[in-house]
């Protein structure tokens, strides 16, 4: 390695040795995650492989400062850089995505969808969101989470051909006159047509959220239709497809100057008042510094060709699933998920992530829609393809993991809905598959790993 030539690569340097000295057990356990991600194809669709010089501002001395507040407004002294960062993070997510306006305060976009819903209503107000078994999130009315026990929240969901259902989201809007409707999803692996929701809020006068966690790399590449303007607000998280710090991000088209409920302002101007004082304290500044360095990357040319292989990667998938005689739900896929029933290979959902996982094959359980297995259990898989793009695997590659992917499941013999065991000929075949197929793909923006 070369001589660092400034603070912050002396300081780096300076943090992993003390680390090695001071903490030997904790430096040994990231250092086996490190080797982990490069050892197994990650395909956990809500996950991704951000780059180094993300990652790195996520360990700078951004994060001592305390800094409550906004750009050139902050409760403390010392933000003068802080406000800089905060500035390029805001201007660049304005930029990306054609905003009018960006908060990247959220830390998380749980919490992003949090604010959204506390600017437009009270407590016991109705929500329209999309139910989780269909493919929406536990933030959007589930009875898991804030969304649904604070809120009276009524849910839509997929047609027969397990797609949206906006007919019957616009029934439920007539009927129930929400405050708010939100779309968006987290296991749908299908275009959601914007303009349609839009129309359902503008029926019963409700605002709309467009929560484009899993897709936002994909709508900033101009992959998959932008919400921007046609939502009132677009909530994200910041490190699945803007493979930047982890937390969120709220942002707000056309709309930013229309008056908030209640006749305080603006929406925009409402939204930085409930991210803080309302819902947090001081921001984390380097997370912030982070999503900055994300938002560059989405906003780069280069970030067009990931963001056009995450979704010919995700189709070649979904195709060599269907070859292999899998059911794969809606018949394929648009975006970057691919979501496979695994009830005729007789095992359940978790069984089949847990031996996947095994063989270093990292997916997640999902149910499926009208699944009669709890969320625990599932009757399916999720797989996506953020990360493989980042490895620079190619369409046939696909093809190749779906043959490990069906000799482990082949090989998988249920105990019960929880236990099960795997062929050990199945296993030894894949792991060396896997093997193969990280060392021919590695992460190339990753040093390789030394043993
Ligand atoms: N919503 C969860 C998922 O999609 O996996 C975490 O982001």
Same mark, same amino acid.
């Given at each position: 390695m070369s001589e660092p030539r400034s603070n912050l690569e002396r300081f780096v340097l300076a943090g992993v040795e003390r680390l090695r000295e001071q903490d030997p057990v904790l430096y040994e356990i990231l250092d086996n995650e490190y080797r982990r991600q490069a050892n197994v194809l990650s395909m956990v669709a809500s996950s991704s492989i951000a780059d180094p010089s993300a990652l790195i501002c996520e360990a700078s001395t951004a994060m001592n400062v305390t800094?409550?507040?906004?750009?050139?407004?902050?409760?403390?002294?010392?933000?003068?850089?802080?406000?800089?960062?905060?500035?390029?993070? @805001?201007?660049?997510? !304005?930029?990306?995505?054609?905003?009018?306006?960006?908060?990247?305060?959220?830390?998380?976009?749980?919490?992003?969808?949090?604010?959204? =819903?506390?600017?437009? =209503?009270?407590?016991?107000?109705?929500?329209?969101?999309?139910?989780? $078994?269909?493919?929406?999130?536990?933030?959007?009315?589930?009875?898991?989470? @804030?969304?649904?026990?604070?809120?009276?929240?009524? +849910?839509?969901?997929? $047609?027969?051909?397990?797609?949206? $259902?906006?007919?019957?989201?616009?029934?439920?809007?007539?009927?129930?006159?929400? !405050?708010?409707?939100? #779309?968006?999803?987290?296991?749908?692996?299908?275009?959601?047509?914007?303009?349609?929701?839009r129309e359902i809020a503008d029926a019963v006068d409700a605002f709309l959220l467009a929560d484009i966690?899993? @897709?936002? +790399?994909?709508?900033?590449?101009? @992959?998959?239709?932008?919400?921007?303007?046609?939502?009132h607000f677009t909530t994200t998280c910041t490190h699945k497809q803007l493979y930047g710090g982890r937390g969120g991000l709220i942002m707000i088209g056309k709309d930013y100057?229309?008056?908030?409920?209640?006749? !305080? +302002?603006?929406?925009?101007?409402?939204?930085?008042?409930?991210?803080?004082?309302?819902?947090?304290?001081?921001?984390?500044?380097?997370?912030?510094?982070?999503?900055?360095?994300?938002?560059a990357f989405v906003g780069s040319p280069e970030f067009k060709a990931v963001a056009q292989r995450i979704v010919d990667l995700s189709r070649a998938l979904a195709g060599a699933f269907v070859e292999k005689g899998y059911r794969v739900i809606t018949g394929g896929? $648009?975006?970057h998920i691919v979501v496979v029933d695994v009830r005729?290979?007789?095992?359940? +959902?978790v069984n089949a992530e847990k031996a996947l996982e095994d063989c270093g094959i990292v997916v997640n359980k999902n149910r499926i829609p009208f699944d009669q297995r709890p969320p625990s259990i599932t009757s399916g898989i999720r797989l996506g393809t953020n990360g493989l793009a980042i490895r620079e695997m190619e369409?046939?590659?696909?093809?190749?993991?779906?043959?490990?992917?069906?000799?482990?499941?082949?090989?998988?013999?249920?105990?019960?809905?929880?236990?099960?065991?795997?062929?050990?000929?199945?296993?030894?075949?894949?792991?060396?598959?896997?093997?193969?197929? #990280?060392?021919?793909?590695?992460?190339?923006?990753?040093?390789?790993?030394?043993?």
């Open positions: 800094a409550e507040g906004y750009p050139g407004r902050r409760f403390h002294a010392g933000c003068r850089h802080i406000d800089q960062i905060e500035q390029l993070a @805001i201007d660049r997510a !304005k930029e990306v995505f054609g905003a009018k306006f960006a908060n990247v305060q959220p830390m998380t976009a749980t919490s992003a969808n949090e604010v959204v =819903m506390f600017t437009v =209503m009270q407590a016991g107000d109705k929500l329209l969101g999309m139910e989780l $078994d269909s493919g929406g999130h536990l933030t959007h009315g589930s009875k898991a989470s @804030i969304s649904g026990q604070v809120f009276d929240a009524v +849910g839509y969901g997929l $047609d027969e051909n397990e797609r949206i $259902d906006y007919d019957s989201a616009m029934r439920q809007a007539l009927e129930h006159r929400p !405050k708010l409707v939100i #779309c968006g999803t987290t296991a749908y692996a299908r275009e959601v047509d914007w303009k349609k929701f966690t899993h @897709i936002a +790399g994909l709508v900033a590449a101009g @992959i998959h239709p932008s919400p921007i303007d046609h939502a100057d229309q008056p908030a409920p209640g006749g !305080k +302002g603006t929406l925009a101007e409402m939204i930085q008042k409930k991210v803080f004082p309302f819902f947090q304290g001081a921001p984390n500044q380097s997370s912030i510094a982070s999503k900055a360095r994300g938002l896929s $648009d975006n005729e290979k007789g095992i359940t +959902g369409p046939q590659d696909m093809v190749e993991c779906v043959d490990i992917i069906h000799d482990i499941l082949q090989g998988v013999r249920q105990e019960s809905d929880t236990k099960y065991s795997i062929e050990p000929a199945a296993r030894a075949r894949a792991e060396e598959g896997v093997a193969r197929l #990280c060392k021919l793909r590695p992460i190339t923006t990753y040093p390789p790993v030394v043993d």
